[in-house]
């Protein structure tokens, strides 16, 4: 059995060694002196006994009662002595003075100084009250803020321990009427710049703990201001609350919800205000980590809600959902930027990012959006991108279905690339697709196409380039170009100064008033655009062939074209340029065409107005050429081509053989005004009278005169004005043989209607005077004929060969008919000349029909397009007969003629070769037939 229960058992014996000498003795004294060493054990034990049975077992016993009582007597005492010790501090301030100044050195321990009007400390429940307290920056003494009133409730871990440390935790905190300042001076300083965190004190007695306090703010206004950037604003009501989702947790693993709202707050950016602006977030925080359930803002510039996570404090990892509305009008509004902007545009995506890495996937849409003179019609940006700080680089795609800036428009616009930059600098590739532009002037772009493309902005320094762009076609204000396609295109923008370039520049086709080029190639080009004027220029042009207006001109190498572009106008030169030979296609005015050889210009100047109107000069000189029949010797003159007319000032060519000089201009419209003025000399009469009528005629010989004729477009029949010429030429051919003419013209024209001052056409044996007018176009021929002859075989010969009235000439000869002798006429054709109207009255000294002379023939006679009538004929035969006779010969038809005739002892051999429907065989089987016949032939 263990000591201890035998020690307890009051009739225990005493051990054996209480029975020894010395023990025994020791045990019995009533006295303090020490024991021996076996003796004090055995005293003690038996001290313990209920009922001690040795003196010096009663006496220790009632020694322990006594100290104990006198100890707890000290302790009641003490602890009295305290708590009134206690309250006496409490009642006098001293703990609310030794707290707040706690405080405030804490306070100063971060740079902040306090004031503090009230501070109140309540035992129960652990409360303190501040009231009225003033912050500001401990070294200028600047204002930082204010608090109406704060309570606080704390919580000290293991109060009553004998421990020198305490952990306080801090159980809820309300403060009411907080107003900051926070404030940047110019140079970008803060007042809170002064403000520090102190070094972290491993020996603080007092550790503070507020990971689990229930925070609320409220009433609470913040002032904002930045002198460098003119901002200032106010966030008023501000409302916010910090409180633990579990108070029990452990601190390693507390989680709070948060949530923060201010409204009827203010912005002010340059004096412009932005008010009603309002906030509210709620969420959930923890040591690593933030929930944000919601976050909206509004006010009236935008509208936005994100919503996410943030990952880690430690490493400020993000991901948001973001879905925000911007209204451009009221921003452009307020921030004057220099740009007006006006419309609305919307942004969803997602926003994650850690540290100062970010990374952005979302899109933008906007029905429609202005900047100034550029709008944006249904526009939807697609874009991911990301960045560290300033640098960021993105990829994405911009579709509108409308961008006008000014004159310029694109329709259907796709962008597609990659940007890249750092805040000052960027750098996009890409491409640019749209299916029409349009710029200034009335230029009309449709496909375009922009292919890897790179845009650089760095240092103020802006450069582009791309290695091809095309066209489907290019409308302008009066043509078109097809198949356009630019190569190795450069372009850098550097104070106030653009250059451009490229190796290339090519075009299937280009049609412009009534002309095409085809295949038209410029390489070098380069430009300068400085101070509003560009100059272009380019090192040389191919052009594989032109076809305008019925001239085609084979490839054409054109170099060193200089242009000077300022406010839409253009002005360009350059070198001299050898067209070569230009073919003329048959028309209207030229039936056989023609062509102009060794074509060349020199010293080419141009002018392209904004509307589209252009003006080209050049000295042009020509080698030769034919111009339908007519051969064209060398020629130069001053060229100003317009869109409307081309003049040939100082002309000087050698052309129909002869010389001719003067100024014209040839209108290029119908409508339009052409007028010759020129004087010529040695002109073949042949090839004059040929281009003038259109028809080959067999004249050959020379004249001279002058001509001063305006007339439309380039119809010359339809010609104004007066010609004078003087010739001197012979008419037929070697079969027909050639008969001398000569005459002298003066002609005065209205409108293609000529009228005849002076003509008069001599021969050998005839003259032919005539009056009146004439036309080539119209049926308002009027002419006075007179004509006289000695020979009418030979004025026969000469008329036959003119060729002015063929159909004349075709009756003529189907009859047989020739004349011989004496022939006179006086009489007027009117009506159109290729068919006109004849009255008059000719006679002949001998009428030969099929071969036979039937003597001297006088008639009237009247002959139209529709028939042929002569009247008061009369038929003299040589040997004395004759015959009155009347013929009426329809133009159309057959078997309808018809003659009344009166025989007078007429030859009936001559009677039978004068019937038009005989045979050929019979005429001649009946031609040695004599006999004298009278009556009458209906």
Known sequence: MPVDDRDESPDAPLPPESKEPDVSAALKSETDAPLPPRAEVIAERDANRPEPITPQGKRRRYLTRRNAFIA???????????????MLVYKLGYVDRYVAGQIKSTLAEYGIRAEIKHFETKFSPRTVELREIELYDMQTGAPLGNIKSMLATVRIEDLYALNLRRNVNLESLQIDGLEIWVKFDGQGRSNFSNLKLPAPDPNRRILFSYSTAQIKVSNSVVHYGDERYDISGEARNIVATIEPENRNAPEESWSNRVSFAFTNSTFTYEGRPVNDISLSVRGRINQTRADIEELVLRSPLAEARLQGVMDDWRKLSYKMQVTSTVDLTQASDILQAGATLRGSGNFKGTVSGEGTRYQVDGEIKSDALAADGVRLKALTVTARGGGDGATYEANGKAVAELLTAGDFQLNTLQIVGNVMGTGTDFRWLGELYAASARVPGGTTIAGLILSDAVAESRDDVITASAPRASANSIRLTDGVVTGAQASDIRVRSEKGVTTASAGSVRAKEVRASGARINGLTASGVSAVDRDGTTNVSIGKVNIAGIL?????????????????????????SSNDINAGTVTLDASKSLPDGGRVEDVRMARPVFTLEPSGSYRVSADLSLGGGVLGKVNLGAARAAVVATNNQVQLNNFDAAIMNGRATGNATVSATERGESHVVAEFTDLDVGKLLALVSGQVVPLAGNTKGNVDLKFPGTNVALASGTVRADFTAETGDEASGRTPL????????????????????????????????????????????????????????????????????ERLDEYGIELAGELAFNGNLRGRLTDPTIDGRASVGSFVMNERNLGALSARLNITPEVINVTEGKLTEPDGGGIQFALNAPRAGEDNISLEAKLDQVNAGNLIAALPLMKPETRQSLSSLRSDLSGRVN
């Open 72 to 86: 707890t007597l000290a302790i009641f005492v003490i602890i009295f002595a305290l708590i009134l010790i206690a």
């Open 548 to 572: 305008g207006r019925g001239a085609r001109v084979g490839s054409l190498n054109i170099a060193g074209v200089r242009l000077t572009i300022r406010e839409g106008r253009v002005q360009g």
């Open 742 to 809: 000569n005459g002298e013209v003066a002609l005065n024209a209205t409108k293609g209607v000529f009228n005849i001052e002076r003509a008069t056409l001599k021969t050998a044996a005839s003259e032919l005077t005539a009056t009146g007018r004439f036309s080539f176009e119209t049926d308002d021929s009027d002419l006075n004929l007179n004509l006289a002859s000695s020979d009418a075989t030979e004025l026969q010969r000469v008329i036959n060969s003119t060729g002015f009235f063929p159909e004349a000439q």
